[in-house]
Nanobody
Framework: QVQLVESGGGLVQAGGSLRLSCAAS????????AGWYRQAPGKQREFVAT???????NYAESVKGRFTISRDNAKNTMFLQMNSLKPEDTAVYYC????????????WGQGIQVTVSS
């Protein structure tokens, strides 16, 4: 089992930046794929970015070139650097750790609000 806690959200103007963090209660990111998802009001949760055990990354088309996912294995933390933010990026952002060698199932954080004003 693992607990995931997001931080770093808030209110920012369009064009601004935020960095989200996802702190895990134990070392999982070096052994499991993980990623970020978001859910806007009235919409389904959608994929944002993933970082594989290998370090390879993948992004949704809507954030490619603006967002960067990374991790610090020594600190058990995953990050999402968000630049050039747009009002349509407004959502609750969730981190997720995928089932893998050291996790018996998928785990989600509680979510954190990101609001981008125009």
């Amino acid at each position: 089992q693992v607990q995931l806690v997001e931080s770093g959200g808030g209110l920012v103007q369009a064009g601004g930046s935020l960095r989200l963090s996802c702190a895990a209660s134990r070392n999982i990111f070096s052994n499991n794929d993980a990623g970020w998802y978001r859910q806007a009001p009235g919409k389904q949760r959608e994929f944002v970015a993933t970082i594989f055990r290998s370090g390879f990354t993948n992004y949704a088309e809507s954030v490619k070139g603006r967002f960067t996912i990374s991790r610090d294995n020594a600190k058990n933390t995953m990050f999402l650097q968000m630049n050039s933010l747009k009002p349509e990026d407004t959502a609750v952002y969730y981190c997720k750790a995928n089932r893998g060698p050291v996790l018996s199932g998928d785990y989600w954080g509680q979510g954190i609000q990101v609001t981008v004003s125009s």
